[in-house]
């Protein structure tokens, strides 16, 4: 188990190091968006290289930011049921919720859109409206994102699976904001 749990230890280092700095891909999106606007409100142009770039980049957040979204269980659950289960009852919900269901669409997901990728790349996608980005690109964070949730979903469920034999004691974070303890550890982190 000491083993597992390493590797967990590894895979929510990287998982936070990515969730950390994906947030300046929000500020990049809102920039962008804000400039486009500002353009076409006073020189009444665009650009669809603006419009796709927004967008792409707030698809790569997302993508990206899942599997840390994951770690910090700040993921939608059913709070009116969930939290009239003991601690214990949770842990093996969370951890049959890993192997059972997000296991299964993480393989899928990487599994396909591996190919996705590839034929993308090859193929020298770009977007088919005029002055479009290239398209490739943004089809590889299909195949990254998922491949990170994968890795955290290992992560998760060893840190369950532990939880329950006992080999590691967990606080149980009931009812803490989310928010404010994201808020917290980017501040902790960024001195």
Known sequence: MAGLLALSRVIDAVTRFIGYHVRW???AAVLVSTVNAVIRKLFD????AWLETQTLLFGVAF?????????KNAHVRIDVV???LSKRSRDWIDLFGHLFMLAPLTVIMVWLSGPF???SFLDSEAS???G??????FKLFVFVGFALLFAQMISEAVKRAAVLSGHL???DHEGENVATTLIAEMKEESK
């Open 25 to 27: 891909l929000i500020l």
């Open 45 to 48: 142009t665009s650009s669809n």
């Open 63 to 71: 993508m990206s930011a899942a599997a840390y979204v994951l770690q």
């Open 82 to 84: 969930s939290s009239r």
């Open 117 to 119: 990728f590839l034929e």
């Open 128 to 130: 088919s409206n005029a």
């Open 132 to 137: 479009g980005l290239p398209v490739w690109p």
């Open 169 to 171: 004691e967990e606080q």
